[in-house]
């Protein structure tokens, strides 16, 4: 193909390059791992129902605000997890809750989709997948207007730091949840598969918040000697602590996007009853076995 090539030796027009390498298989694979991950998650979200299957609950559901008391599969019974009771009678009743039914996971979210969302290295998966700005290096991207970087429309890319703070509440909340399912109100102490899936799913997503900017930076920023004081190696070794996490901070975000939606899966197909749960207990955890 012949190029007409622009200073700095990059060619013009949409995709041109002279890379010879297949650079449009990581855009590709991205659009189609985020689709599919996007995709689960928004249907899981809408369900409702079926996110607790005895002493496990759904990451995608916890912390559960609210509960439904006419949802098979929740959050309910001996096992209850819920925060504040059920939903306000307004939503339960309301003629368009068919189409946006009271599920907890809508409450809660949309916190950690803000952090993936302003992620630094989802921005530049996404910018390049989606945005095509440009879609690899050396890559002729769409041409835009003057570049303003993330000082325009995408300003708000700058309450990363504060999604994060309340993701670190999130990762407590998840190990709480994992600890709380090796219990069995009424057969006591256990351990199932799905115990080990919440707690694989806990360390995952805590693992891709040790490796955030902003939780190095918070932990390791704002000082000018690393080894004056005490309080500053502590701050130093808290810093190589992240550092190992955030130079695998992109696979980690992939595997731990993965995993949670798997984890919903895991616990939705053993409270369907489609799936039997390996436990300790040795009794059946899906919602028709509990009665509920
Ligand atoms: Fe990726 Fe903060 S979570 S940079």
Redesign the pocket.
């Known amino acids: 193909m012949s190029c007409q090539s622009q200073p700095g030796g990059h060619v013009i027009g949409f995709g041109a390059t002279k890379r010879s390498d297949k650079w449009w298989v990581a855009p590709l694979l991205t659009v189609l791992y985020i689709g599919v991950a996007l995709g689960y998650g928004t249907w899981a979200a809408f369900q409702g129902d079926h996110y607790q299957a005895g002493p496990y609950l759904s990451p995608l559901y916890s912390p559960t605000l609210f509960l439904d008391p006419n949802a098979v599969g929740t959050a309910g019974g001996i096992f209850g997890h819920v925060w504040f009771g059920e939903f306000p009678k307004w939503w339960l009743e309301a003629s368009w809750a068919t189409f946006f039914p009271p599920s907890p996971a809508l409450l809660i979210l949309p916190l950690p989709g803000v952090?993936r969302f302003t992620?630094?290295?989802?921005r530049k998966a996404y910018y390049r997948s989606f945005g095509f700005t440009p879609p690899g290096c050396s890559v002729q991207g769409l041409r835009r207007g003057k570049y303003r970087g993330e000082t325009g429309l995408f300003i708000f890319q700058n309450i990363?730091r504060y999604a994060?703070y309340i993701a670190l509440v999130y990762n407590g909340i998840l190990f709480f949840d994992a600890a709380m399912s090796l219990w069995h109100p009424d057969l006591g102490l256990g351990i199932g598969v799905g115990s080990v899936v919440l707690f694989v799913n806990a360390s995952l997503l805590a693992a891709?918040?040790f490796?955030?900017?902003?939780?190095r930076h918070l932990f390791g920023g704002r000082l000018d000697c690393f080894t004056c004081d005490a309080p500053s190696k502590i701050q130093h070794g808290t810093w190589r602590f992240s550092t190992w996490f955030n130079e695998r901070?992109m696979q980690i975000?992939w595997t731990s996007l993965g995993f949670v939606m798997f984890t919903d899966l895991y616990i939705r197909s053993v409270s369907h009853g489609w799936i039997p749960d390996l436990n300790t207990w040795g009794v059946s955890l899906s919602a028709a076995g509990l009665g509920g």
Request: charged share 0%.
């Open positions: 952090l992620c630094y290295y989802y990363h994060l891709y918040s490796g955030c900017h902003s939780f901070h975000a």
